[in-house]
Each structure stands twice: as C-alpha cells, then as structure tokens.
C-alpha cells in the first residue's frame, strides 16, 4: 500500500494523498503546507525552476523570467500539442505539465519517506465540455504525462467521487448526498449514496446516481471579477477621439491566466502606443496609462493574483477595499483601490452561478431524484467558498444540510483512500 498515492492534480492548487495507519492523509508539498500551488516560475535571472509559493513570489518580486500558471486548462485543447519559448528554448506544454507533476511526485516521496510507483489520478467530470473525442483525449494525455513522470500504474477517479469517499469516512448513516466540487477550472457534481456499511466496498457503481460537471470554476469568477471591476481601472468600456471603445482583447487576455503573456509582444506594444495616440479624455488618458505601465513592466500576472484575492476575501466579508498599488499613471495621484461589494461581486458572474445551477438541476434529473431527496451538500474545492454561488445550489435542494469539506484537501483525502483499495 505505501507504494500507492492519490494525485490530485488541480487548476490552480495540487496534493498527494495515502492511507496509511497512523499517518495524515496529506502529503506535506511545501514546507509544512500539503498544498502544492500549481505554478511553474522559470527564473532568467538565476537560471532556475521554482514551483508553488516559492514560485509566486519570486515572480512577485520582481525577478525576470516567465509564470506558468492553470496549466491543467490545456488538458483535450488544441495547445496541448504546442510549445512555448522559455529563457530562449522551445518547451513543449506536455513537457512543462511533466515537469510539475515529477516535481509533486517527488516531494510527496520525500514527505512520505517511500518511492510511489502507482497512482490513482483524480479527473473533472468532464475535462471539455460536450466533446467526447476531446474529453478522452485529455485523460489520455494526462497519463502519458504521468507515466513520463514515474508512475508505472494509473487509475483515474473523478474529483468529486473521491471527495465523496472523504466524507463518508466521517458520517454514522445513510446519506444521499450531492457533492459540489467547484474548483479552479471545472464545477463538478456527482450524486452518491455513501454509509459506514458501503466503505470498503471496491465496487461502488451501483452507489454513484449521477454525474455532472461544466467547465466553468474559480478562475473564470476571477477573470469575469477583473473584467467588470478591475479592467475598467485600467480603460476597459472607454471611448477614444474617433468614438470607438478602447479594443477589448488587450483587457480579455490580462483577465485570463494563460493568455496573460500574449500581452507583452512588440506588436501588442506598438499597437497601444497608438491606442494612447487617439484619446483625448484626461480621465481615460490617466487610465489608459496604468495599462501602458502595466504591460511595460509586465504585471499582468500580478493583477490576475489581487482579482483571486479580491475574490477570496468577499466569501467572508460583505464588501473589501484593496489597494492596487501597482497601478500608475505619469500623473502623481492616490494609491488605485478596488472598491467592490457582494452585490458587485455577484454581478459579474450572475450569468456564471446560473449555468452551474443548470449543471446541478441536469444531475438531478438525470438521476430521476427530487431535490427534497437530497439530504446533504458537501462543499469541496477552492471556489466553493464563493457566496453567490452557495446561495444558488443552496435554492435547488434547500431542505438538504450544507456541509463544508476540507476545499483544498477533500479530493487528494479521497483519492488517497481509493489508491490504498485498488492497490492493496
């Protein structure tokens, strides 16, 4: 059993787990941290790779170099089969998601003292929305690049079954429950009868109801954040002397995590000096200028990252004030601050929260249960914690008890307990 692990490779955030006597079902990744921030900072200055948080801040600091970040998004996409340009070499993306998943193999092995040689990988309920080809693509890929990375053996289980099997651990009866895994890239459900009696059963087909997932997660509730509250600060929406908005692309690609870089071309450069060149506004000038020095020193990044913040903070505040201290115009002026409230929040991803109601209403009846029959919400995954979009599932079963897993550590708990059940 010691040489079987659970990986939970994520959008945003990864784990290890295993079930072993008298052992966390967690992997220490990071120090003492069992959380592994799925970022890959290529450092020009030292010439070295960084991961995670170490990889976070030293970008942050102001090194030279490139973030990769949402790497799992490339997973059944066209871009999978495509390269980037790193301190001046060709990178394959399969190489780079290699990379990270060796380097989690790795300090899972360090902080577990044993070498893992089998796995059970956790997968979204769909990695790409209404495309089969494409979904079995991607699971495909991501066991090559798990295969490349060490492990011999391969199982895959998705995210919220494994969350489910981590709550049935803890439960003392029968339950229906509807897992909601809403993580960095995809919303996953899945309906589960779970009791003490049907533990350890390996078997457990006839247990699961339904499944159901869409492709929309906590980096899109950034992106669509930042669109409508942050972008504008920097002239999204304004109109230039000839009357047409400001382009919006520049503005899409900075809210969206792996398109951030496409922003720091010469071609994009000069195509925002002349930008610059047609407004006539002091107001949208002095915005304006914010984007030109945001790309120039090449923050784009670091905008992305206070978006997640803006959004963290508000699942247990009412309303934030956050300084955007990067944000500078040639005028001398005041600290730029996000002002934004829960009614503001929800605003800007309205048309998201909805689509995952849908996805949630589709399990249900696909599943020919009624929503009184629901008797708990297990919450899982890093976005679940977003209130609007509690409130929305919490409005489809309303008799059903909310419950609030570990949102980091639920999925690799589960997979760990699967790992030790098909490798024993």
């Not at 020009?44 to 030279?64: K, M, P, Q, V």
């Not at 399969?94 to 360090?110: H, T």
């Not at 990988?121 to 090559?144: C, M, W, Y």
């Not at 060149?277 to 670091?302: A, M, S, Y």
Request: net charge negative.
């Amino acid at each position: 059993m010691l040489h079987a692990c659970g990986v939970d490779f994520g959008t945003s955030n990864s784990t290890v787990g295993w079930h072993t006597p008298d052992r966390p079902a967690l992997l220490a990744l990071e120090g003492d941290k069992v959380t592994l921030p799925s970022v890959v900072f290529f450092n020009a200055e030292d010439d070295e790779i960084t991961y995670g948080r170490a990889a976070l801040s030293n970008y942050l600091a102001g090194y030279e170099g490139r973030l990769m970040r949402s790497m799992k998004s490339l997973l059944g996409t066209s871009l999978m089969d495509g390269q980037t340009e790193v301190q001046g070499k060709a990178i394959s993306f399969r190489q780079l998601l290699a990379q990270f998943i060796s380097e989690l193999k790795r300090r899972a092995e360090k902080s577990a003292g044993c070498h893992f040689s089998q796995a059970v990988l956790g997968r979204p309920v769909h990695f790409i929305d209404d495309d089969s080809k494409a979904d079995q693509l991607a699971q495909n890929t991501l066991e090559e690049i798990a295969h490349a990375a060490g492990f011999k053996e391969v199982h895959f289980q998705f995210e919220p079954i494994a969350a489910a099997f981590d709550y049935e651990s803890r439960i003392s009866k029968e339950e229906l429950v509807l897992i909601a895994d809403i993580g960095g890239g995809t919303s996953d459900f899945s309906l589960v009868r779970l009791s003490p009696q049907r533990i350890n059963r390996l078997d457990r087909k006839d247990d699961i109801l339904g499944n159901g997932g869409v492709h929309i997660g906590g980096t899109d509730f950034d992106k669509y954040l930042s669109l409508t509250h942050v972008m504008p600060l920097l002239g999204l929406g304004g109109r230039l002397g000839s009357q047409i908005e400001v382009p919006s692309s520049y503005y899409f690609n900075l809210a969206t995590w792996h398109t951030i870089n496409l922003v720091y071309t010469q071609k994009i450069w000069r195509e925002l000096q002349e930008v610059y060149r047609d407004i006539n506004t002091p107001d949208l000038r002095q915005r304006f200028e914010r984007l030109l020095n945001l790309v120039e020193e090449r923050d784009g990044h670091w905008l992305a990252i206070k978006s997640e913040e803006a959004k963290i903070l508000l699942s247990d505040q009412a309303a934030i004030s956050l300084p955007l201290e990067r944000l500078r115009s040639k005028q001398p002026s005041a600290v730029c601050q996000l002002e934004l409230d829960q009614d503001g929040m929800q605003t800007s991803i309205n048309h998201l929260t909805g689509q995952i109601g849908e996805t949630v209403k589709a399990v249900l009846q696909a599943a020919s249960v009624r929503p009184e029959q629901v008797d708990t919400v297990f919450f899982t995954g890093g976005s679940s914690g977003v209130r609007g979009l509690r409130q929305q599932i919490a409005s489809i079963v309303p008799a059903a008890a909310k419950v609030e897993g570990d949102l980091f550590g639920s999925i690799g708990a589960g997979l760990g307990m699967d790992a030790s059940r098909r490798f024993a």
